[in-house]
């Protein structure tokens, strides 16, 4: 028995340059509950982030999480200061529920829908 729901959060970051391949994110809201600081980086062909999200998807050449898309955004509106940008990135998940009720993933809106084999 598979039900899907969808849940929209909006999460509040403040993102620092450290330099021009490297930002400092603070999430203020984070998906712990309490505010956490991540460092996004360029290493030459992609961005990569320290959060576990990111961990969880490293394989894949352009998987951007929060932080990530954090980033993107602060750096479309400045010129920059040296104070903290603040941006809002709203994700929107697919949560599956597997039988016992148990939150089997959190997939992003984009993944293809997968039939979940009995
Ligand atoms: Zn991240």
């Excluded at 993102?15 to 309490?34: D, H, Q, W």
């Excluded at 062909?45 to 394989?59: L, N, Q, R, T, V």
């Excluded at 697919?94 to 993933?105: D, S, V, Y």
Aim: aromatic share 12%.
């Amino acid at each position: 028995m598979i039900a899907t729901e969808y849940k929209e959060k909006k999460f509040t970051m403040v993102v620092y340059r450290i330099n021009e391949a490297e930002f400092s994110v603070l999430s203020l809201n984070s998906t712990f509950g309490k505010p956490k600081q991540y460092v996004v980086k360029w290493i030459g062909y992609k961005w990569i982030c320290s959060c576990p999200d990111y961990a969880k998807h490293s394989e894949e050449i352009d998987y951007a999480c929060k932080h990530i898309e954090a980033v993107f955004k602060a750096v479309r509106k400045i010129g920059w200061s040296r104070d903290g940008i603040e941006v809002e990135v709203v994700r929107r998940y697919k949560q599956k529920f597997n039988g016992n009720g148990r939150n089997a993933e959190a997939v992003k809106e984009e993944t293809t829908p997968t039939e979940v084999a009995a």
